[in-house]
């Protein structure tokens, strides 16, 4: 009840602050035009029973608050900008999961100089350069994007090009090197320790994506490459993976009395080492990805939509090669449920098809249910991102069923909204049997929000 206490608190602190005059931090301060400001805080309360993940305290809940500021100055072509996070959390239990994913104090994750031209390649085309520390949400964000739903988020720090022509065809170029979030030991976490991020050239993403409109008939195509590379350094040893990953989708977008759809497969191919062993051998990686889904919008007050998804990425299996899909920097929410403190299904070892009903019921409200059984690729591997394994396979290929929901409202108009967020993971086969399953019953999990923008 305390910490319930405490979130209340600090909701109660949000709702007078964010209505005021309903004005924005812009504004308030009488900025200048050509200066964009903006903030936002997240009080976050999180409750988990019937841990998954092996190795974690059987029930566990959290505070968490996060804090952002921006600001962005443009004097014409040239722009400069920067954001501050400042991710903590409240009321740790022990044998919590707390990490990097809900910690990260006084981080300035932007800071850039970008550059805008315009008609660079004739009439009606676009292009921008960025030098600096940003983040990034490119393509579907399966491999590479800023988490909103996690607590903190991903920062990188390079160069960025995006072009766009007179017929909407754009493309994105980066190499950036992501940043590794500060503090990444115990105690500096349980403390709120406030440390910058550290970026080098041991971690190198690279590549880029064109996407062009209505390539096929109304849908848009996507073709992209992103190349990762991570070393030794020193105290910090890894897999030293080397990994190319070859991406295509073709998306169309929902819209009223119409099918929509969405197709996406990815291939990773390169190395890694077996361990985090220095004498470790490589392995030759050959792993892959599909999602697929295609949903109906019908024209109606509440907007619904319902859609059937699939998602198949592959696990690792017997053989000298590797196969277990790495989904680098990718966001899990769209597609597999809540990280936070939650964080079970991932993108890689799974096979699974879902079923989604959204709604909007008022300009205010909008919120969703699935539904989707689960099955591992291969079921000598760990199930998704659970940790639970059974290496002999005896345990079977079935997992689970997990039926999750979403509501949020916009107590004040584009100033504050409250969400809800709800899941049931009811374990079966590995999920109960494997030798490292936790003997914990069915999973439940609950997070409650109050986010005010400025």
Known sequence: MSRFAFCGAASLFLIPSAPAAAQTLHDAVGAPENLKLSASMRVRYEVLDGQVRPGFAESEDLVSIRTTLFAEYDSGPIRIGGELYDSRAYG?????????????????????????????????S?????????????????????????NTTSGYTGLRADLRTRDGTSAT????????????????????????????????????????????????????????????APGRPTRNRRLHNVDARVIREPAPG????????????????????????????????????????????WKPRLSIEYDHASGDGPGAGYGRFDTLFGMRRPDFGPSGIY???????????????????????????????????????????????????????????????????WLVPERLRAEANGLWLAKRGVLRNAPNAPRTGDTLYLSLALTATY
């Open 92 to 124: 740790v239990d022990p044998g919590s999961v707390i990490g990097t994913s809900e910690v990260n104090a006084l981080e300035p994750v932007q800071a850039y100089l970008a550059a805008d031209f315009v008609n660079p390649f004739g009439r009606g």
């Open 258 to 301: 119409r099918f929509d759809f969405e197709a996406e497969g990815i291939y990773q191919f390169g190395s890694i080492r077996a361990s985090i062993a220095p004498t470790a051998p490589e392995l030759d990686v050959s792993a892959w990805f599909v999602h697929a889904d295609i949903g109906y919008s019908f024209a109606g007050g």
């Open 343 to 409: 964080a079970a299904i991932g993108r890689t070892n799974i096979r699974t098809i879902g079923v989604r009903l959204e709604a909007r019921p008022t300009a205010r409200t909008e919120g969703f249910l699935g539904y989707r059984p689960m099955w591992l690729a291969s079921r000598t591997d760990s199930f998704s991102t659970t940790g639970v394994r059974d290496p002999s396979g005896a345990s079977g290929n079935f997992a689970g069923h997990q039926l999750e929901g979403r509501l949020r409202h």
């Open 173 to 232: 170029l980066i190499y950036v090197l992501p940043q590794t979030r500060l503090p990444d030991t115990r105690a500096g976490i349980l403390a709120n320790r406030v440390e910058l991020d550290r970026e080098d050239f041991d971690t190198r993403l690279w590549g880029g994506l064109v996407t062009k409109p209505r390539a096929w008939g109304k849908a848009a195509v996507e073709l992209g490459y992103f190349g990762f590379l991570e070393r030794d």
């Open 126 to 150: 676009s292009a921008t350069l960025q030098a600096g520390r940003f983040t990034l949400n490119l393509g579907s964000r399966r491999l590479v994007s800023a988490d909103d739903y996690r």
